[in-house]
């Protein structure tokens, strides 16, 4: 059974930080692409960052410069280091595992930037 288990969720000020981890099992995690995507109330689920199997990063812009994604195989988890967040990065943040056309998704942890 695959399971994505998101943590580091929570409450910060704007300009905070937060490192989000997404531990999963049941896949053999070196080989998926691995996703961090979010929503926000009203909106549509966005991708925030992915990594590859061989570690090649993509982000979306709303996020560069501030927010970085590593894996480390051997922990099979990968992260989301959140920097200088704003109001708008509040969310419900998701991890995903890719590998062709199979996919997997955590149940996502809440993310919330307020003064």
């Known amino acids: 059974q695959v399971q994505l288990v998101e943590s580091g969720g929570g409450f910060v000020q704007p300009g905070g930080s937060l490192r989000l981890s997404c531990a999963a099992s049941g896949i053999t995690f070196s080989r998926y692409t691995m996703g961090w995507y979010r929503q926000a109330p009203g909106k549509q689920r966005e991708l925030v960052a992915r990594?590859?199997?061989?570690?090649?990063?993509f982000y979306a812009d709303s996020v560069k410069g501030r927010f970085t994604i590593s894996r480390d195989n051997a922990k099979i988890t990968v992260y989301l280091q959140m920097n200088s967040l704003k109001p708008e990065d509040a969310a419900v943040y998701y991890c995903?595992?890719?590998?062709?056309?199979?996919?997997?998704w955590g149940q996502g942890t809440q993310v919330t930037v307020s003064s």
């Open positions: 990594i590859t199997s061989d570690s090649s990063a």
């Open positions: 995903k595992a890719e590998l062709g056309l199979r996919y997997y």
